[in-house]
């Protein structure tokens, strides 16, 4: 049976991203686009009942919306409905804005730092846990991925396990711990090639002068460690670990 996955999307409906944001899960999830149902955001947020309805829930970025700034229409409402589905044990991948919202919605801080903000193509390093853990373990110790962010988590749940730093930023990526719940702050859905588009598209918002916009263009390069990440997620979820850890192993040494 085809698993069926909804994807949170908070991106307005003539943002050409919100087309191909769909397509870059279904392409580095290896499913066809056809198993990914979208929810609008913006629309307000799911009912629990309908999150659960579905295989796994992932959660993507955000366009012109920022979870430090909570202008979400329900955010509040979003945020104990994401807390719902994690009690729940959902299998839930979020990146990006989506690994904000979890981390507000578990107890943890977002703060906006511009200061700070990673657009382009990062090294990142797993911490000792990250190491350790069942999905980002299989990644080597120091690895490039895709950001694009303004906002940070200044502190994560203190029931998380924090997995991955930047230089920029110590909290990368966390799991739930005996949960098949993952956030990341980098992208695993893009590549160098749909991280440029997406810097193309939201050019203005990064508010970058003409120096930083050609420093932030040459740091974009390919990232293929990240790549099986959410096939792996998928196949590790629903009880085939050999085939998780295969298909990872494969995705990351692809040139």
Known sequence: MALRILLLQAREADDPMRAEEL????????????????????????ALGHILSFDAMMIGGSGDYYVSKRNLPGFDEL????????????????????????????????????????????????????????????????????LGRKDRAARLPATVSNLASSEANPHQAFRVPGQPVWGTQFHPELDRESNLRRFHR???????????????????????????????FLRLVFGDRAAARATFSKKKDEP
Request: aromatic share 10%; with cysteine; hydrophobic share 40%.
């Open 79 to 146: 945020l104990e409905t994401l807390a719902g589905a994690v009690d729940a044990g959902h299998p839930t991948f979020a990146s990006c804005f989506g690994f904000q919202l979890l981390t507000v919605a578990l107890g943890g801080e977002i703060v906006h730092d511009p200061e700070s903000s990673e657009v382009g193509t990062y090294e990142l390093s797993l911490t000792a846990a990250g190491r350790d853990d069942d999905l980002l373990g299989w990644l080597p110790p120091a690895f490039f991925a895709q």
């Open 202 to 232: 939201y050019a203005d918002s990064y508010c970058l002068n003409p120096d930083e916009r050609d420093e932030a263009l040459a740091r974009y390069q390919e990232s293929p460690a990240t790549h099986g990440l959410l096939p792996a």
């Open 23 to 46: 397509l870059s899960f279904a392409e580095k999830s290896e499913l066809a686009p056809e198993q990914f149902t979208p929810h609008d955001l913006l629309a307000g947020p799911p």
